[in-house]
């Protein structure tokens, strides 16, 4: 059901697993917007770099990957706004999330 409403919207999602095929994909996409919502579920990240939760699969984007897609929307979009979801700490005993974060925020707010 949420994808079928997903579809229907004009939300553009953008897969793990599209992204890792075609890197330059986030250059195509037109929005009429000068600025979105970037909403980050962690468990985009690979399970074999973090397992960030339960749902975690492998498969997904390295930090580098995620950074460069942010960079990517970034000089395409304003950003409005970002959250980070789907974190669990106990499965994350490293602390490696957190460090993916920081960049993350650094990267948002010019600052690397």
Same mark, same amino acid.
């Given at each position: 059901?949420?994808?079928?409403? %997903? $579809?229907?919207? $004009?939300?553009?999602? =953008?897969?793990?697993?599209? @992204?890792? !095929?075609?890197?330059?994909? @986030? ?6 917007? !000068? ?9 985009? @990240?690979? $399970?074999? +770099? =973090? ?17 460069? /897609?942010?960079?990517?929307?970034? &000089? &395409? +979009?304003?950003? /409005? $706004?970002? /959250? +980070?979801? /789907?974190?669990? *700490?106990? %499965?994350? *005993?490293? &602390? !490696?999330? *957190? ?8 990267? %948002?707010?010019?600052?690397?």
């Amino acid at each position: 059901m949420e994808e079928t409403r %997903l $579809a229907k919207s $004009a939300i553009q999602r =953008v897969p793990p697993s599209l @992204l890792k !095929k075609n890197p330059d994909i @986030l250059s195509t996409i037109s929005l009429p917007v !000068k600025k979105v919502y970037l909403h980050i579920d962690l468990d985009v @990240l690979d $399970a074999d +770099f =973090v397992k960030v939760n339960e749902y975690c699969e492998t498969g997904g984007l390295s930090p580098e990957d995620l950074y460069n /897609a942010i960079r990517t929307i970034k &000089r &395409r +979009f304003g950003i /409005a $706004a970002v /959250a +980070f979801t /789907a974190y669990d *700490p106990t %499965l994350d *005993p490293q &602390r !490696k999330v *957190p460090e993916v974060v920081g960049e993350v925020v650094s990267i %948002l707010t010019g600052q690397v």
